[in-house]
């Protein structure tokens, strides 16, 4: 070498247990040996070379010569004069085929890293065939360009690359997003062991592997029983990082793997969709096997086509959801500002938001009333909804059963995918899409694990022993929400939020306007109308017109009552109850007392009276029994009795008022509690009802530290109030 000092240009650097995730496979120090390398300085200033070079090349090559003073064919020269020299680099590849000593070469040069390399690749088929293969694959792309299903197109795929490179299998793997790869489409020989359907995990590709698949689309491996070739350069020069190249060797950790598989030769080529690995050519032979690098390289082109007709299928299924889904969203919002009951809204959107969405079932929840559209219990849907956190402004996406609460999770079943969205906070408005658990049988490609071993390189991660498909069912999983639901989904909520924002603004300014009204404009005039009544009644020759006139009085105070108390709750102030020990059986029997001597026409009943004293405000308490006795009075079978009972059941007084009728239709259950219902407004047999009563008296009762409930009970409507004792010892 004239004085010039070469060695070998080793990584230095053992793979074990370690550092087996980033072993650095990008410089190697050493080339598969069915070709040789040489590298030169930007300037055209040769740096180092494969040990096989001046053999195979027959060159005598010293370090700091230039490229133009090898003696290489001509059209080698030409090409390495486009690299060097001043300008950016080009890392494009380019190729020329060359013969050297009587042996076909294919010369391929490419730039990267401050560095200019030629690789001289072998090649044992002659050019008139390449050619023949170069027609055979224009015809592919244009069959691939015509398939209209992912599925189709990487089914096509496989068989058209395998046809054209000779493999004796051509697989299509789809990775998912945890990295995992299924193999979705295969092309075989009839004799070898099928991987179709099987799944390979994330660690058969380790991230430094996953870069080099993006930054050089396609791979060789000629043959797995090959000894590598150490690159040469001065002892000071940094390692060539081979991350373009064609010759680059392989990692013992890769070829064992392709061993334990009965792989003697391989190639990939990758499919990436903006920037990102979506997918995998795998090819496999069971012999060693060189594949032209033009082949190679119509198979990339492939690729590249598959990638782009893959994004185009993409785009346009996700143009069509992104398009439904803003349909979907304009109508709903617009029935919302129009529609009073926003359950009825989203109820008739269920189709339209469950297609949109893929979700298998709707639950809407509203100032605590749950509607249900799909096959979920309703104590189930309550319990989804409770789970929530209260006051959430964004999506609540859950994917799995571990997303869950831990004291729900035994009762999701197979709802374990949610996807929520907080419409209307103050209210606990929440529109709820569920997914269904996705049960899974994985035939993994072995078991997914690796395991430890010694190596060539001493103790690292040895690949799985054996392929053969190793099953595992996968619960608790539902399918994930896609990017492009959730970001839709966002746009809805944010639409959603904007609307119940315009529909509490202009139902509070309304409401203010009445308060106003009842408050100020009519409580003057109704007392001076009660005095009027009152003295008619005691002087007048028409008492009737007096009763008339207070009647009406009464029921009016008692609608301000009514709303104001509603004000009351609503802005969070509470009604103000003074608690002290009460008579309940008495308090009961004094109200009976009194609707007997008001309504002689309809008998009331006390059907039990067992003693009971609580703590309570008699007045807010008497408030609430006079509503319930008049519900029965109103909506009771007329001639049939309104019976109350009074009756202590552990330690809770328990007061039922009951009434003959029908049952209260479910959909009207409930809203029972409701303010404003529609079942309350124009009862013909309650004209002055607003429905508050109810919603009024349930606020009381929670004030009190009890409860209210509805039930029929055979032929009779119940209504039940439960209040704690007192403990008067």
């Known amino acids: 070498m004239q004085g010039n000092t070469v060695i070998p240009m080793e990584h230095g650097r053992q793979v074990d247990l370690l550092n087996c995730a980033d072993e650095p496979i990008h410089i190697p120090g050493s080339v598969q040996p069915h070709g040789a390398l040489l590298f030169f300085t930007l300037d055209g200033a040769l740096e180092g070379w494969s040990a096989n070079a001046p053999a195979m090349l027959g060159l005598a090559l010293e370090l700091g010569a230039p490229y133009a003073a090898l003696a290489l064919p001509p059209a080698a020269l ?23 000593g009587g042996a076909d070469f294919d010369c391929i040069v490419h730039a990267a890293f401050r560095r200019v390399v030629a690789e001289f ?24 360009r015509r398939q209209k299903t992912i599925e189709g197109l990487l089914s096509s795929a496989v068989d058209q ?77 940094l390692p060539l990082d081979m991350s373009h190249g064609v010759l680059r060797s392989v990692s013992p950790i890769h070829i064992e793997y392709l061993k334990n598989m009965g792989v003697g030769a391989s190639m990939s080529v990758s499919i990436v969709i903006n920037g990102r690995l979506w997918g995998l050519i795998a090819c496999h032979h069971m012999a060693r096997r060189l594949v032209p690098y033009s082949i190679r390289m119509a198979a990339d082109v492939l690729a590249q086509v598959m990638a782009s007709t893959i994004h185009s299928i993409e785009s346009r299924l996700e143009t069509g959801m992104i398009e439904r889904s803003a349909s979907t969203r304009t109508k709903l919002v617009e029935d919302l500002l129009l529609e009073d009951d926003p359950l009825e809204t989203f109820g008739r959107f269920s189709d339209a938001i469950l297609g949109a969405t893929e979700a298998q079932a709707q639950l809407t929840s509203y100032y605590n009333k749950v509607q249900v ?71 993994w490609g072995g078991r997914p694990e690796k395991t430890t071993a010694i190596g060539p390189l001493g103790a690292r991660l040895t690949p799985r022993g054996s392929f053969d498909a190793w099953y595992e069912t996968v619960r608790g999983h539902a399918h994930p929400w896609e990017a492009t639901i959730l970001a839709n989904s966002r746009l809805t909520l944010a639409e959603l939020v904007r609307v119940m924002t315009s529909r509490r603004t202009q139902t509070e300014a309304t409401r203010a306007q009445l308060l106003a009204m009842l408050g100020h404009d009519l409580r003057d005039p109704l007392h001076s109308i009660n005095m009027a009544g009152m003295v008619l009644e005691k002087g007048s020759a028409q008492p009737t017109l007096g009763k008339r006139i207070q ?88 001639g049939k009795p309104v019976r109350v009972c009074v009756r202590v059941d552990g330690k809770e007084a328990v007061v039922e008022v009951f ?53 029929h009970n055979g032929s009779e409507v119940v209504f039940a109030v439960r209040l704690p004792l007192l403990d008067q010892r």
């Not at 407004?681 to 109810?694: C, D, K």
């Open 659 to 711: 009434n003959a009728g029908e049952p209260i239709p479910p959909e009207l259950v409930a809203t029972l509690f409701n303010p404003f219902k529609r079942a309350s407004l124009h009862n013909p047999r309650n004209r002055t009802g607003m429905g508050l009563g109810l919603y009024i008296a349930q606020q009381i009762v929670r004030e009190h530290h009890g409860e209210i409930a509805y039930r």
């Open 373 to 443: 559209r799909g096959d979920v219990p309703a104590d189930l849907a309550e319990a989804i909804i409770a789970s929530l956190p209260e006051g959430a402004h964004d999506l609540v996406a859950r994917e799995k059963l571990d997303d869950w609460p831990e004291a729900i999770r035994e009762r999701l079943g197979k709802w374990v995918g949610m996807l929520a969205l907080p419409f209307d906070a103050p209210a606990n408005g929440w529109c709820v899409l569920l997914r269904v658990e996705q049960i899974e049988q994985v035939a």
């Open 78 to 100: 030409e090409l390495l004069l486009d690299y060097v020299g001043p300008g950016d680099p080009d890392v494009t590849p380019s190729m020329v085929p060359v013969s050297i």
């Open 161 to 237: 690359i395998r046809e054209f490179t000779g493999f004796d299998r051509v697989m299509a793997y789809r990775f998912r997003p945890d990295d995992s790869g299924d193999v979705v489409a295969e092309s075989r020989r009839a004799d070898i062991v099928p991987y179709l359907g099987q799944r390979y995990p994330a660690s058969d590709i380790p991230a430094q592997a996953r870069r080099l698949y993006v930054l050089n689309t396609l791979r060789s491996i000629i043959d797995v029983n090959d000894t590598m070739v150490p690159l040469l350069g001065a002892p000071d020069a």
């Open 121 to 144: 690749e072998q090649r044992i088929v002659a050019a008139d065939q390449v050619a023949q293969f170069a027609v055979r694959a224009h015809t592919s792309i244009d069959r691939l």
């Open 551 to 638: 009647s009406s009085t009464s029921r009016m105070q008692r609608m301000i009552t009514q709303v104001l108390d509603m004000s009351r709750i609503d802005g969070g102030l509470g009604l103000g109850v003074a608690l002290e020990p009460v008579n309940l059986t008495a308090l009961v029997e004094d109200l009976i007392d009194e609707a007997r001597l008001a309504y002689p026409t309809i008998p009331f009943q006390l059907a039990c009276d067992e003693p009971a004293v609580v703590s309570a405000d008699s007045g807010r308490m008497g408030q609430v029994l006079s509503n319930l006795l008049s519900n029965a009075r109103h909506h009771g079978e007329i």
